[in-house]
């Protein structure tokens, strides 16, 4: 038996309607109706409040249900350097914001006839390199942590 099908089988057992039960854990009625449906899964600390009060196990309501089980896995996942993937996300919008902002420049001149002139202050090598390196940096360094989980 799945989840929806305990779910609706512990509800109907009490004599409870969708709104009884929504009322009883604080949730909407129709959050009931798409979890006894199966379109859509509580949160873990629902879980937990249903177990409670049908007086279960939560293995008694996870076990079956493969879908299930694999949600509440990855909602207790957390990554384990948030900050760190932060900044190498950071790093990659900018180094595609200065790409983007140069191309728009040389367009400009190219298509335009404008005379935007880029600041001579950076060697050109390091203003035409500088962007790709940032995205190639925050790329590889956000890849690399999008899928590190603490234990």
């Known amino acids: 038996m799945n989840f929806s099908e305990r779910l609706k089988k512990e509800r109907e057992k009490r004599g409870w309607s969708q709104n009884d039960l929504a009322e009883k854990i604080h949730v909407s009625r129709q959050a009931v109706s798409k979890w006894e449906t199966g379109k859509n899964y509580p949160s873990i600390e629902v879980i937990i409040n249903l177990s409670d009060l049908f007086g279960i196990t939560i293995d008694e309501l996870l076990r079956s249900d493969e879908e299930l ?64 390196a940032l995205m190639v940096i925050g790329g590889a360094g956000s890849d690399q942590l999008k899928n590190k989980y603490t234990e």
């Open 69 to 132: 089980k694999e949600k509440v896995i990855q909602d207790s996942k957390k990554l384990a350097y948030p900050g760190w993937k932060t900044f190498f996300d950071c790093l990659f919008l900018i180094g595609t914001f200065l790409l983007v902002a140069k191309l728009i420049v040389y367009g400009l001149n190219h298509f335009f006839n404008t005379n935007i002139i880029i600041p001579e202050g950076l060697p050109k090598l390091l203003s035409n390199i500088l962007p790709l």
